[in-house]
């Protein structure tokens, strides 16, 4: 098994950026296929980023292509993402999830461990 720590969230404006890291300790790391997912009140869990066991097959969210990057370190078992000219619409929390497969995948239900999450708050 697997235990992820999302870090990185907090309060900015409109236009910055932030990292989010996901840290991941138990089985290696390297075999699992990370995703990001966030969820704002009210709303469904959605997905944002997958990166597969093989760092160059990412996929994202069409609301965050393009100012957004998912990349992924083994050797110290962790999963970023970055994110770039953030809006009030990216104000959610943020999870990080593990999956044992190998290519990316936007379906929720295919991660099987996910962190606690961390909130992202974007000011107007």
């Known amino acids: 098994q697997v235990s992820l720590v999302e870090s990185g969230g907090g309060l900015v404006q409109a236009g910055a950026s932030l990292r989010l890291s996901c840290s991941a300790s138990?089985?290696?790391?390297?075999?699992?296929?990370m995703g990001w997912f966030r969820q704002s009140p009210g709303k469904e869990r959605e997905f944002v980023a997958s990166?597969?066991?093989?760092?160059?097959?990412?996929i994202y969210a069409d609301s965050v292509k393009g100012r957004s990057t998912i990349s992924r370190d083994n050797a110290k078992s962790m999963v970023y993402l970055q994110m770039n000219s953030l809006t009030p619409e990216d104000t959610a929390v943020y999870y990080c999830?593990?999956?044992?497969?190998?290519?990316?995948?936007?379906?929720?239900?295919?991660?099987?461990?996910w962190g606690q999450g961390t909130q992202v708050t974007v000011s107007s």
């Open positions: 990166i597969g066991r093989i760092a160059s097959y990412t």
């Open positions: 999830a593990a999956g044992d497969f190998q290519m990316p995948s936007r379906g929720p239900d295919r991660y099987l461990r």
């Open positions: 138990g089985r290696p790391f390297s075999s699992y296929t």
